[in-house]
C-alpha cells in the first residue's frame, strides 16, 4: 500500500521485471483535508493508477487479476474505465496481488511520499544528502538519549507511541490470507478490533471526535467499531487520514506486510551507536569532498 509496510507477497509478476512506475502528475502530493476524500476521488486516483497497469501490453491482463483476486474482468473493467469503485475488501485483494504500487496515488492523497525517486539513479544532490544525513544524526543522537536508563536504571518505553499496542493483535488476524479469503466480514472484523484499541487507547480520541472530522455520522462509526459495518473506500481513507497509519495495522498483516515501525522498536543499544558513528563519519566525508570541490 504505502509508505506503511514491506510487501513479502508472492503473487506472480513479469520477467524481466518492468520499471516502476513514478506518481502520477496532476495529482497533489500533499494530504488532502478528510472530508475532500470522496468516491469520486477516489475512484479517478484508482483508475489512473490501473491504466498504467493493467490491459493490454501492460503489466497484468485482466484474465490474471481476476483469476487471483476473484473479481470479475467486466469490474476489472469498469475499475480500470473509472466507471465504478471497489469496496474496502476488494481494493485488498488488489493491493495483495498486484502489490503496494497500485496504492501509490492513494497514499499520496493522505500525504504519504512513495519510496520512489525522480531523478535518476546516477545523480548525487550533494545539499540533499548533507540535509538527510544531517537529520538522520538528529534523529539517532534523540534515540540514544531516549534510551538512556531512568533514574531507577531500567529503560522505560514510551507509552504514548503506537508500537507499543502493536503486538496486543489476535493471533488470527496476525496471520497473512490469501487474496480470496479478503471478504468484507474480514475486514470488519479487523477494523472494529483496532479501532477499539484506538479508542481505549491514549490519545484522547472519541467516537464524537473521529465523526467530527471525518463527516462520518456518529452512528456510522459505532458500527464500524461494533463491526456490524465496512467502511467504503472513499471512508476508510478518510478515517486513516484522521487516525493515522496504526489504523491499518490488521490490514497490513493480512496482507503479509509487517510494519516497519514493529520491527524497529527493540532496536539494541549498541546498534544504535554504530549507525548514529556511521552517519557522523558519512557527515565527515561529505565535509571533505565540499573542501576539495571548493578549490
Known sequence: MSSFADTVHTAPVAWPPPKRLKPRTGTAPDGMPARAITPAEVTERLSGRLRDLVGPGRRWSYAEISAHTLIDVRTLKAYVRGTACPNLAKYKRLVVVMGPEVAIDLNRMLGWEPRIGNDPPEALDLGALEAALLRAEQALAGLDRARQPGPSGL??????????????????????????????????????????????????????????????????????????????????????????QELGIEFALMLGWRPRYQASRNVAAPLIEALHGSVRACLDTLERIKGTDGR
Open 155 to 244: 529503560i522505560k518505553p514510551n507509552s504514548h507511541t503506537a508500537a507499543a499496542r502493536v503486538a496486543d493483535t489476535r493471533p488470527e488476524f496476525a496471520r497473512a490470507l490469501p487474496a480470496q479469503a479478503i471478504t468484507p466480514a474480514a475486514i470488519a472484523a479487523r477494523l472494529s478490533y483496532r479501532l477499539r484499541r484506538m479508542l481505549d487507547g491514549e490519545g484522547n480520541r472519541s467516537i464524537g471526535g473521529i465523526a467530527e472530522a471525518t463527516g462520518i455520522s456518529r452512528g456510522v462509526i459505532e458500527a464500524y467499531v461494533a463491526g456490524t459495518a465496512c467502511p467504503n473506500l472513499a471512508r476508510y481513507f478518510r478515517l486513516e487520514r484522521v487516525l493515522g
